[in-house]
């Protein structure tokens, strides 16, 4: 359900920190008294000199006193967002360091960053201190009180005091999930006792590399949204992502408590093929080559593990393996692997076809705008990008007869500039694109040069809030062509272009690593004139909104650049969908009001923004439990409704929320409910294949509603029969 996802994800302590990269030697346990590096200061020291130059930097801002009181309140927020840790007293004493950030990056003396981290590492400690020592005694669920899990907006707890009453409340709002999931008095205190001192693990493990990457994000992040700096362990799996390829076992890993797990076995990798490791399997020690010795991992940080297993091709790694059914004090297998290149499959371009009456549509799922950027550099015909990934689906699909395409780009947050250009490119002929302003204001123009395309019939493109940046320049492009329908929500609204800056370029005697900084070095511009940047791309057909701009997205960001509008580049005109609009918005209209999983997800969002408006619980166990019991019942209804109409089998039994942390479930069972949620009923989807259908029947129907519609040149080739 939305509203417990709602509930778990706003309630989560702010330690996004706790997870970050770190590029020094493994040193697992709780640190001591952290300091910046020499390296660190290197490092600055090129940041800042790439940042301040408007020659880098599409909106530069000076480093002086006015950047670094947005540079502190970022920082401070990036470690207690949810002000759950520091009071208003700290918050006082801070003030000092306020406007003394500018001149530390300067003078790369970053000890005001250290010290507010010191006193955050503390007040962690303090906290969970607290949280377990209310566990000795139950909690009275009987009163009416509720608890405000979305602080954002709140104000500094004004004294220790006030701090405990919402740390009383936070750990009771735990402590009542567990309850309502049938947990024991007993079973509640040693998982939560056992959670809070895993976030005191957590924290005291946090390094020189991560307060040093958090505070120079702090810096960078003031300059606009979508600059960063990335320190090298962050680079080098930003890099992976991108290409969808590395080089180690294929598995991915999680930690849970003090054992590092593995979360997802990739098929075909060398893992898969060694037949010897399965989901919930615990890495408990890593060795190198065929001999040598074993280094014991348990404790550790998940990062500092997947940098020992990971390796060259080639190469062979020995794992010590508890497997997942076995106890703690079990005896580890031993299992060797040789690495090799592994292929991100599970992130690539996916093609399914759906079945509409008589209609097949088919659709292109893709996950990101790829592109494996070395390879491309080195002139390799054969680098791995999503457009070459699309186009080899749609000449499949083509050869299995749809007779339709719908891309589907939700969640899609981007990726290469390029590969948005390219891939808009399979299905216009020729022609601009996308128009981008750099530094300075020239206006250059992106455009498709190739002739011909990949698929010529009819197309859509699904979004949603979440499709951004490379997918709204695609989809704009679709729409500002005609060459499709646009279907969904209003997207994102990221209209900058992000270029990244590999430090390690810079001359240097040594082989220390800097890592990579990203900064916005241009605003795009569709080829009408204008621009994604904060409206994003509004469908042609819309679906219910599952967020707000106010919520998400690019207007939710304070330092967003202004949108604004250029000089429309000349491009051709290959169909205008207004005619077809009120018959396709009454079609989906009457196919929705019967269609059960499109009511439920409509109905689930509808009370998901109704909650996250509230921004607080109850934390009476009478009115959490009847609001339970409706949401059991109703969700046992609606798999009932499955079950009666062929649609799914009868479920095992569960609860809505079962009160755990992702990292306290087990592992195998997790992957196995992603993989039936990834199979599932998706309304959305099939409802945009049907509208494809819709609109085709329609056109083939009607000569006169195609004239209107489609241009001489495709009236006879691309809708019409």
């Avoid at 990036?78 to 759950?84: A, E, F, I, Y």
């Avoid at 891309?407 to 290469?416: E, F, T």
């Avoid at 609109?695 to 019409?720: C, F, G, K, M, Y």
């Amino acid at each position: 359900m939305l509203k417990h996802k709602l509930i778990a994800l706003s309630a989560a302590l702010p330690l996004a920190m706790a997870m970050a990269a770190s590029s020094s030697a493994p040193a697992p346990g709780a640190s001591a008294y952290l300091e910046p590096t020499v390296e660190q200061a290197a490092a600055a020291r090129l940041v800042y000199g790439i940042l301040s130059d408007s020659r880098y930097v599409y909106r530069a801002k000076p480093l002086d006193d006015t950047l670094s009181a947005e540079i502190h309140r970022r920082y401070l927020e990036s470690l207690d967002g949810q002000k759950l840790f520091f009071t208003q007293a700290d918050i006082n004493r801070f003030d000092a360091y306020r406007l003394r950030h500018d001149d530390a990056i300067k003078s790369q003396q970053f000890q005001p960053a250290f010290d507010v981290f010191a006193t955050y590492q503390r007040r962690v400690a303090d906290r969970v201190a607290y949280a377990r020592s209310l566990l000795a005694k139950p909690f009275d669920f009987s009163t009416d009180e509720t608890w405000l899990y979305d602080r954002e907006d709140a104000t500094w707890a004004a004294s220790t005091a006030e701090l405990d009453d919402a740390w009383r409340k936070y750990v009771k709002n735990d402590a009542l999930r567990l309850k309502l999931a049938g947990r024991s008095q007993e079973d509640i205190r040693k998982t939560l006792d056992k959670r809070y001192a895993g976030l005191a693990e957590r924290v005291g493990e946090l390094r020189g590399d991560d307060v040093f990457e958090t505070f120079m994000n702090a810096y960078a992040s003031s300059i606009d949204p979508h600059t960063s700096y990335m320190s090298p362990r962050s680079a080098e799996n930003f890099n992976m992502q991108m290409r969808l390829s590395l080089e180690g076992i294929g598995a991915v890993l999680q930690r849970q408590e003090e054992f590092v797990v593995l979360r997802t076995i990739v098929p075909g990798g060398p893992a898969s093929n060694s037949g010897k490791l399965k989901v919930g399997d615990r890495v408990v020690a890593v060795g190198q080559g065929t001999s040598g010795p074993m280094t014991d991992v348990v404790g550790w940080r998940i990062d500092d593990t997947v940098a020992l297993i990971r390796g060259k091709k080639g190469t062979q790694v020995r794992l010590d393996v508890l497997p997942a059914d076995a106890g703690v004090d079990s005896k580890p297998q031993r299992v060797v692997i040789t690495r090799d290149k592994v292929k991100l499959e599970q992130q690539a371009a996916q093609k399914r076809i759906v079945e509409v009456g008589d209609r097949r549509i088919g659709v292109v799922e893709l996950p990101t705008f790829y592109l494996d950027f070395e390879a491309r550099r080195r002139g390799d015909k054969d680098a791995r990008s999503a457009t070459a990934d699309v186009a080899k689906l749609l000449r499949e699909l083509r050869a299995e007869q749809v007779d339709g395409v719908v891309v589907d780009l939700r969640d899609n947050g981007g990726g290469s500039l390029l590969e948005a250009v390219e891939l808009t490119g399979l299905f216009i002929d020729a022609g601009p694109v996308v128009q981008v302003r750099e530094t300075g204001g020239r206006v250059s123009v992106e455009a498709d040069d190739e002739t011909g395309v990949a698929w010529d019939g009819p197309l859509a493109v699904l979004v949603n809030r979440a499709s951004a940046s490379a997918s709204e320049i695609f989809a704009a492009a679709i729409q500002d062509y005609g060459r499709g329908l646009i279907i969904g929500e209003p997207t994102f609204g990221k209209g900058t272009v992000q270029s990244l800056i590999d430090l390690d370029r810079f001359p240097r005697k040594d082989d220390v690593k800097f890592g990579q900084v990203k900064l916005t070095v241009a605003q795009f511009f569709r080829v009408d004139g204008g621009t994604t940047q904060h409206a994003g791309v509004v469908p042609d057909l819309q679906f219910p909104v599952t967020l707000d701009a106010s919520d998400y997205g690019e207007s939710t960001y304070d330092n967003a650049l202004p949108a604004s509008r250029i000089a429309q580049a000349p491009h051709g005109n290959l169909g205008n969908f207004a005619a077809l609009a009120p018959q396709l918005v009454a079609n989906h209209e009457a196919r929705v009001a019967k269609d059960r999983e499109f009511r439920w997800w409509a109905e689930d969002v509808a009370r998901f923004r109704a909650e996250r408006d509230k921004k607080s619980i109850s934390l009476n166990e009478s009115v959490r439990r009847a609001e339970r019991d409706r949401l059991e019942a109703e969700r046992k209804q609606r798999q009932a409704e499955r079950v009666a109409a062929g649609l799914a089998k009868e479920e095992v039994a569960r609860v809505v929320d079962d009160g755990l942390s992702y990292n306290e479930r087990s592992v195998a069972e997790q992957a196995a409910e992603e993989e039936a949620a990834k199979n599932g009923p998706d309304p959305l989807l099939r409802e945009s294949a049907a509208i494809l259908a819709d609109a085709l029947d329609l056109l083939t129907a009607n000569r006169q509603l195609t004239a209107q519609v489609l241009p001489v040149t495709r009236q006879a080739t691309v809708w019409a029969e």
